[in-house]
């Protein structure tokens, strides 16, 4: 299965980009030092010609800001986290939903009420949900960075455990259906023996596709957050002029800059372009992994079905070809 799935040119292109982004992430973090140019006038000389925000091109790649940082290295410097916000809450909801998935197998009568307030969840906004509940606490000097990094990855991840795990539970059923697992029961195989002799295995390719499914919606989740003025780890507010404070992301994770910039669209559209951008081509990449998975699972099962049956039908044709039968005649 995974030297299928490392075959698949649509998982590699997917992975590829995906891993060099976080490698120049960590480079510019390691290496650079984390350094993101700012500079709010240009000079000619003695006399200024410009002043931030500048338009994209060859010394600003993605333009800059208001303050004159360069967007290009705030969201290179931004990927690590954004990133790894997306594995880490997605690992959770899959580990959390797989235990949730197995005790929803024993759920019997309860079964019908756990699946209807799930299914609730889908007529809910995630991001406005998670927006009124974590509002207060981000807006409160009584937590520390931390404190509001935890609740809000705890939030993101519980939002979709109810949905996750039913689909979980549904996935398990389709397995325990198969004429093998019945054999194994009726040869008086336990529960656990079954679930993770006989179960997992084909449980794998479907745990890495919801994997790499719940980072793509975790993704989207952190930009519908943004959107809204929620950052990661709290929102932060940063003096500009005399009359007014622009909201700022202190870690450049990609959701806060999408809210920190989206009140300058009209100032400078590209403020708002390059991070909807980021997220749309990372959001494709993984899309990309995800089809490569699909392909994977589906494809050398069967291939290697078809090259049994053929090898069947050549030994059967070659056993019949190396014998002749002689049949007697009655002796009168």
Do not use: C
């Amino acid at each position: 299965m995974i030297k299928a799935i490392w075959k698949q040119p649509f998982f590699l292109i997917g992975f590829l980009f995906v891993f060099s982004l976080l490698t120049f992430s960590l480079y510019h973090y390691y290496v650079m030092d984390n350094e993101i140019y700012e500079n709010q006038i240009v000079y000619e000389g003695i006399t200024p010609v410009d002043k931030a925000p500048f338009a994209p091109s060859s010394e600003y790649w993605f333009g800059s800001d208001r303050m004159g940082a360069d967007l290009f290295y705030q969201i290179v410097s931004g990927a690590k986290y954004t990133l790894g916000i997306a594995f880490i809450a997605s690992f959770l909801r899959i580990i959390l939903s797989y235990f949730g998935g197995i005790l929803l197998m024993s759920a019997g009568r309860l079964l019908p009420v756990i699946k209807g307030l799930g299914q609730s969840f889908y007529y809910i906004p995630s991001a406005l949900l998670i927006v009124l509940i974590i509002w207060p606490v981000t807006m409160s000097d009584q937590f520390t960075f931390w404190d509001k990094v935890y609740f809000e990855l705890l939030l993101i991840v519980l939002i979709a455990v109810p949905n996750t795990a039913i689909l979980m539970k549904e996935e398990i059923n389709l397995i325990q259906r198969e004429e093998f697992i019945t054999s194994a029961k009726l040869m008086g195989g336990s529960r656990l023996r079954i679930l993770f002799k006989h179960v997992m295995p084909h449980l794998w390719p479907k745990l890495l596709l919801m994997y790499v499914q719940q980072v793509i919606a975790v993704l989207l989740l952190l930009a519908h957050l943004g959107i809204l003025g929620l950052f990661f780890g709290g929102t932060t507010f940063r003096e500009y002029g005399l009359e007014f404070e622009i909201p700022v992301s202190d870690s450049n994770e990609w959701s806060g800059l999408l809210g920190g910039y989206y009140y300058q669209l009209r100032l400078a559209p590209w403020l708002v372009f390059f991070p909807v951008l980021s997220f749309a081509t990372v959001i494709m990449a993984f899309n990309f992994m995800a089809e490569g998975i699909k392909r994977a699972s589906g494809q050398p099962i069967m291939k290697r079905r078809v090259k049994k049956k053929d090898k069947g039908k050549d030994q059967l044709a070659a056993k019949n070809a190396s014998f002749t039968f002689i049949h007697e005649k009655k002796i009168s």
